[in-house]
Each structure stands twice: as structure tokens, then as C-alpha cells.
């Protein structure tokens, strides 16, 4: 087994069974909605319904990339697309990594479905090591529509073998969106996008950004379970989900995901309050997905429905354009 292969079935052992979340918040906790007593609205009539980059969505919900490219991933990827297809939110493969370095792997990220919105994934380091004919591969094998770059850093710092020279890459980017015939999402691992960068992102091109910050799955974490190295230190390192996706929204006009550490409709609710158009989350729907299959992930994404739905009802926001101006307590 490649290295590669070896290293994502690991990361998904020690997500399920190792503490991995971070221990400061993502800053969710220190706002608050304005609560309406009297709501003069039907809950039934709450409406989630959005658009994502040109896609109708049953609900403004994305389970972001995790895994693919060794045998368990293909049913993980496989469960996980059914159940968003089936509640119609958007689902990412995890790095596509190891299908470009064994191309045989395809089948376990290939699980696009009758109207789910699948996007693939490879790291941005990967732009420098591989062509653009390869990276436009990677979406034509798996019907997607469209790739996830995602930016590690501080992952790849605190991995030994882990990839460290990050001269040019933003170029690399801008030629990517620029060649790929499908729209490139650009998002971090949980560390956090801060303005600056969020900013350079749209200039290359991409057409939405994933703020991933701190205060759920930390990779630094991960890491340091793997093998002890200083991701202890880095555990908390980055930017709260809420900080980045703040920032981020009063800078740049492409549509922004919030994830890490959205565990709740509520904190989706805050999220799209703060300029996201989607709340995605990881490591919620792999437990999901381990511990009853399809229905698991299925009842996953309800509660959070549901959780966001009482939110709007309960501050007069019938759709979610209501949702993006509803009061917050000061
Ligand atoms: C098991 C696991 C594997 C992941 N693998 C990838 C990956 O291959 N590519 C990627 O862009 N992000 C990956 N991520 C990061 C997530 O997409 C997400 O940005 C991060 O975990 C924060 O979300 P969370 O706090 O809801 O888990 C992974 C997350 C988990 C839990």
C-alpha cells in the first residue's frame, strides 16, 4: 500500500477514535439571535431552499471533503453521497491524491448521483507536482462538478514527511481556474482563511471559499496522534470559524462555506447571519456514516435541518435572505 493510501485510512481512524476537536471555540458561542416571542409564522412553511454556484439545494448544507482512495473509503464515500443526494445538500470527495498516483483507486471517490451536486478534491500543493490535464482528470473520472483545492499548511508543517516548500502555489491556483472547465472551491482544512488570502483566492479565480477554521476537527491534533511531533502546540493554531468567515465576508463577493466545528443547525444559522451561503462540516457525518450507514448520515443532516429551521422560526425569518439580515442581540 502507497504511502498516501496508508496515511488517509489512518486519519480517518484516529478522527473516529482519538480526541481530535479543538479545545477553544469557534466563536459561534459569543453571538446570539435575537429571540421573537411571537414568531407569525408556520414553522412548516420555513423555507431552506437555496442555490449553490448555479445548483438548486433542499437546504444551504455541505458535508466537505474527507476520504476516498483505499477499499473502506468507497462505501464511507458511497453512503455519505446517498444521503446527500437524497436530503439535497452538497457533498465533497476527500484528495484525489491517490487516484492520480494509482489511477485503479477512481472507483472509490466515483459516487455521483442523479441530482447530487459532487465536488472533487486535491491539495493545493498538488498543483505544482502534477499537469492541468491531470487535475481536469481528476473531475472527468468522478462526474464532478466542481474540485475543492484545499490549503494545509500547517498540516503539512507539522507531518514529518509532510510537504513544505509553498513558493508559487497561488499561481499555480490562478492557472487551475483558469483551465479547469468546472468552478474551483477553494478551502483550508480547519485552520481558518483570513481576509488577505480569501481576497488573493478571488483574484485567481476561484468562485467560492470554504473558511474552515478553528474549533472542530484540528489536523494539528491529528497529526500529533500520528506521531508526537509539536502538533500539540499547533492544536488550537489558526483562525476561529466565525473570526475568518466574518472577515471574509465583508471583503470578497464569491459565496463562502463556513465549516469546522459546525455541530449544530444553530451554529449553520449564525453562519449564513454571517455572510456564509453554505455551513459544511466533516467529521459529524463520518461518525454518522460508521455508526448506521446511510439513515445515520440521512437523520444527521435532518437534525441539523431541523435545528436550523427552529432558528428561523423563532426569529421571524421565512427564507434564508430573511436568516442573512435577522437581528442579533448586541
Ligand atoms: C476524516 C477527515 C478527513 C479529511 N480529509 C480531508 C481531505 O482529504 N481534503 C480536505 O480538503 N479536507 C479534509 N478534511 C477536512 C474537512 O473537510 C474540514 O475542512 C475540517 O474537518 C473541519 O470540519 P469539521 O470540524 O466539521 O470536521 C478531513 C476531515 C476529516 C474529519
Redesign the pocket.
Known sequence: MKQTQKRKGE??DI?LNQDVQGHQSNGFDAIRFNYYALPEQDFHAVNLETTFLGHALKAPFMV????GGYTDAQKINSEIAQACAQEGIVFAV??QRAMLEDPTLSKTYAVKQKGLFLCG?IGAYQLKQYSLKQIQWLVDAINADAL?I?LNPLQEAVQPEGDKNWNGILAKIADTCDALRVPVIA????AGINVTIAKELQKAGVKAI?V?GTG??SWSAVEHHRHGLSGDVFWDFGIPTASALAQCAKAVKVPLIA????RSGLEAAKAIRLGATLA?????F?KAQQHAGVSGVRQAIQKYKHELKTTMFLTRSKDLNALKKAELLK
Open positions: 486519519h480517518v478522527v466537505t471533503g474527507m476520504t476527500g484528495s478534491n475543492c484545499h478551502k483550508e482544512v480547519g470554504d474552515s472542530g476537527t465549516s469546522g466545528g459546525i459544511g462540516a466533516a467529521s459529524p463520518i
